[in-house]
Nanobody
Framework: QVQLVESGGGLVQAGGSLRLSCAAS????????MGWYRQASGNERELVAR???????NYADSVNGRFTISSDNAKKMVYLQMNSLKPEDTGVYYC???????????????WGQGTQVTVSS
């Protein structure tokens, strides 16, 4: 079984910054891609940013230029640096991963438990 644990959420004023971290553990041999999604109250979960093991990234238009995703493949961790935060960035941020187990089985769409980010105006 693969587990993802997020940390770094909290309350911040508009214009401020937060850094989220996510660590993968358990039966995971290699990470193929990791990403961050968020879900605001009453809304569907949406992609924020994603990074592959080769370093390719993609971002939601709403965060492009303000957020930066990075990863440490050796540590099986992904980070999200969030700058110039806006109230509309408020939501629960979930870590997501695809990878290979030590048994060489593909695992896809593993989710963390989420971390709350609240941006006050």
């Amino acid at each position: 079984q693969v587990q993802l644990v997020e940390s770094g959420g909290g309350l911040v004023q508009a214009g401020g910054s937060l850094r989220l971290s996510c660590a993968a553990s358990g039966n995971i041999f290699r990470i193929n891609a990791m990403g961050w999604y968020r879900q605001a109250s009453g809304n569907e979960r949406e992609l924020v940013a994603r990074i592959t093991s080769s370093g390719s990234t993609n971002y939601a238009d709403s965060v492009n230029g303000r957020f930066t995703i990075s990863s440490d493949n050796a540590k099986k961790m992904v980070y999200l640096q969030m700058n110039s935060l806006k109230p509309e960035d408020t939501g629960v941020y979930y870590c997501n991963a695809d990878g290979l187990t030590r048994d060489w089985d593909l695992v896809r769409n593993v989710w963390g438990q989420g971390t709350q980010v609240t941006v006050s105006s």
